[in-house]
């Protein structure tokens, strides 16, 4: 009975260690680079998969548009704009075809130009 116990634990210990060095694999550090033109906006950021998921919300009570460019390192730079009414907030993302080492963000905001 305890050969049974101990080789559970044992066993226990090492899947939980092997499920940790997994999930540090999956660990991409994000930096952020904000240029709000004096505007008050919360940025939010994650990597789902191999997916970077931003999530932005307009604090201001005007209507504003951003657009947000995602830099993975020798891939061309991609570029995700939207509007935001007063209070919204809004997710975009981009996938990656494979893992990366870090991504950098650039997040611009500026008031939104009443159309004509």
Wanted: net charge positive; hydrophobic share 40%; proline share 3%.
């Amino acid at each position: 009975m305890i050969r049974t116990t101990t080789f559970f634990s044992l066993s226990l210990l090492l899947f939980s260690a092997a499920t940790f060095a997994s999930s540090l694999n999956d660990f991409t550090p994000i930096k952020i680079k904000e240029n709000l033109n004096g505007l008050h906006l919360t940025i939010e950021s994650k990597m789902v998969d191999r997916i970077s998921v931003v999530k932005l919300t307009n604090k201001e009570n005007i209507p504003v548009s951003c657009a947000v460019t995602f830099k993975d390192g020798p891939s061309p730079a991609s570029v995700r704009r939207t509007s935001l009414v007063a209070g919204g907030s809004k997710l975009l993302s981009k996938a990656f075809g494979r893992s990366l080492n870090g991504l950098r963000l650039n997040v611009t905001c500026q008031k939104k130009v009443a159309e004509a």
